[in-house]
């Protein structure tokens, strides 16, 4: 059973004006996240912070005290965001009961605000994967038809803003994250510039690639969201400076017309669905009759982006992961007799079945495009969501055959 938000920007300001309370908004995600439980979105809930969190923003407006854009406004994050008040796993077995012991740069600033995490999504473990069944603890259903796949990593996520279990949420995007996802569930996922939200305080996949973004019912909630985190951070020396200009959109800069944006011809190939071309070209219409300026452009590179992306995502992970040793943090293996068989055996037993072989079933990256357009129109995945697997393909056998990263 899913509930409807209204605008985030509207929840803030009833919330600033006495109208609803920060409490009750709260206590309503919760109970929405315990109602579709069975769609095994959440891993855990922030009950107890989220509580103190929305009593005292109740007090402060009561005290006539000025709060934020997003004041009461509940929120879920991936669970491979360092947040306060529960475990952060990533996922993986190997980080059951590590305790960040600071927050993620986004996360403080969605709180600077008044934003109020309630609970941390599932996803694929430590973000390996395009449908989030690799998670270590469960697998999470798609919200419209629990046979599919909500697509991944950020799955969790996706799902949880498709239900309703709060107005917004977080994921992280290596090659597709959180943009494949919000497609196969049905919302509005947003993957920025590289560097444009700070990454401190969210688990790496690949370091080069990784982005955060927000995960919203509308392109106007997620744009406020994403303007909230934007900015350069000292924590994060790949981190840029942000426009002048507010990324949220309203009515009044939703202009497309004079606009080129280009229709890139490869992605558009015998690939793909007659259903999504479909939805493609429905969209292109539209674009068309609100005057902007649509042109095809190639990228022939193209067709090297997947091997590239399994040269480089694999490095990146086996070299992130090279931290989860057994000996400062995470789980670690008690009966060790030596120092080899502590790594050897923590790993071993600590990592699940994506982060042991270098596999990604995630889209691969889109190269740069020198063309001579504003913008490119090109589909997020080339089918509809698929049904849940109950075995690893012939491919991905042969893939786990023949690469590994740890």
Known sequence: MSISWQPIAEIAEDVKSGKIKSVDLVNQSLKAIEDNKQFQAIIVTLKENALKRASEIDA????????????????IAKDNFLVFGADTTAASNILKGFQAPYQATAINKLETEGAI??????LDAFAHGASTE??????????HDDTRVPGGSSGGSATSVVLGLAPFALGTDTGGSIRQPASFSGCVGYKPTYGAVSRSGVIAMASSTDVIGPMASSVKDASLVFDVMAGKDELDGTSIDRSSKSFEISDN??????????IVKEYMSDGLSD??????????EKLKKAGAEISEVSLPSVRNALAVYYILCPAEVSSNLSRYDGQRYGYSDKNAKTLNDSYKNSRGQGFGKEAKPTINRLKPLEPRLSMNSTTHLMNTTSCWAQLHRPQPSKLVKTLKTHYRCI
Do not use: H, M, W, Y
């Open 117 to 122: 995490c309630v609970a941390k999504a599932n």
């Open 275 to 284: 259903e999504v071309r479909q939805v493609i070209e429905n969209s292109i």
């Open 60 to 75: 402060r407006i009561a005290r006539g005290e000025k709060v934020g854009r997003l004041s009461g406004v509940p929120f």
């Open 253 to 262: 800069n939703l202009n497309v017309e004079g606009l080129k944006i280009g």
């Open 134 to 143: 690799n998670s270590d603890f469960f697998t999470t259903k798609n919200p």
